[in-house]
């Protein structure tokens, strides 16, 4: 798997396809695989490129303060080290809020955009910011391998999920710590109308972290009808990936 030199990063990410490049970024405690089952699937004409996060997965350099704008930075340091200069952008959890800051950032730099499970847009909640969680989860091995199926309960306990597992939990603290963090501090609300791409946002009907009401939110700000995935949860790109790819490539297909 190819490693790119983007910044003070060496980033490691997966690369199928060929053609119009699109940008796939995962979530906290995840890594570049999630995308797996998604970029088998990719329609001709698109390149799907999904990068390891700072402080996740294979990909080395320091920590930084892993706020929004300094991960979306980080997202268009990688497409710079790749010579692309527009692209389509799909976000996952986390992901999510990386790639709608990298569209606030840069719009014209972005065809489209597609986020799953996207995060509260108006700050994390204070019931839901945990710090002390993020703790036990890198303690506790067990207890992580039982939090992340149950976000994702219909996922395939198949070798890839085992792997996604051990992947996740190798992240660094920092980077969880940084995650919530920044998330209790992003609070773009209607000011991602601005983006002006199309946009499309989908969520888990299932999902116990983001709900419905969160995709919804998140929708109203991009100016969106939101559509909600029946029967999985947190992450449809792998409990339902053929349903999902179908989602984004009518959306990359409306726009001209």
């Avoid at 067990?142 to 309960?153: G, L, V």
Wanted: glycine share 8%; with cysteine.
């Amino acid at each position: 798997m190819p490693t790119i030199k983007a910044g003070d990063l060496d980033v490691h990410y997966l690369d199928y396809g060929h053609g119009e490049p699109v940008i796939f970024v995962h979530g906290n405690w995840a890594s570049s695989g999630w995308w797996l089952r998604v970029l088998e699937r990719l329609p001709a004409g698109y390149r799907g490129l999904a990068p390891d996060l700072r402080g996740r997965g294979a990909t080395q350099g320091p920590d930084n303060d892993y706020t929004m704008p300094s991960l979306a930075a980080d997202l268009w340091n990688f497409a710079d080290a790749l010579g692309i200069e527009r692209c389509h952008l799909v976000g996952h959890s986390l992901g999510a809020a990386v790639v709608l800051q990298a569209a606030l950032d840069r719009p014209d730099r972005v065809l489209t955009i597609a986020v799953l499970a996207p995060p509260w847009v108006d700050g994390m909640p204070d019931e839901v910011y945990q710090p002390e969680r993020q703790q036990l989860l890198k303690d506790n091995p067990d207890f992580f391998a039982q939090a992340i199926k149950a976000m994702a309960p219909t996922a395939p306990e198949d070798d890839l999920w085992r792997e996604l597992v051990a992947i996740g939990h190798s992240q660094r603290l920092s980077a969880a710590n940084g995650a919530i963090n920044a998330l209790r501090a992003w609070k773009p609300g209607d000011a991602l109308r601005q983006i002006g791409a199309p946009a499309l946002v989908m969520g888990g009907e299932l999902d116990p972290l983001v709900t419905a009401e969160t995709v919804k939110r998140a929708a109203a700000a991009l100016g969106v009808e939101p559509q909600i995935i029946a029967g999985v949860g947190h992450s449809a790109n792998l409990e339902a990936p053929d349903r999902f790819v179908a989602l984004l490539t009518a959306h990359w297909q409306r726009t001209p």
